[in-house]
């Protein structure tokens, strides 16, 4: 699945490939994989995860966001 992570800012994230995204969402930790139904969600202060096969995972600290799930394409929208 391909995945964006931007903030006002710059672009912390872009790649194809990723098996995992875990976030911290407004209710509670969530994960998306490959395939996952559309969502629409509020994060919150917290790392996300980032999972990609063979690799070891990659963090990333964010004040809080939007994220958007579609045809297997993720964009998160940072603070």
């Not at 490959?34 to 690799?55: F, Y």
Request: proline content about 5%.
């Amino acid at each position: 699945m391909k995945l964006n992570i931007i903030t006002p800012d710059n672009v912390l994230y872009a790649g194809e490939n990723v098996h995992l995204v875990q976030l911290p969402g407004f209710d509670g930790s969530f994960e998306i994989m490959n395939n996952h139904a559309p969502l629409i969600s509020v994060l919150r202060k917290g790392k996300i995860k980032v999972e990609v096969k063979g690799d070891n995972p990659v963090f990333f600290e964010v004040n809080g966001g939007v994220i958007e799930v579609l045809e297997n394409q993720v964009l998160v929208l940072a603070e």
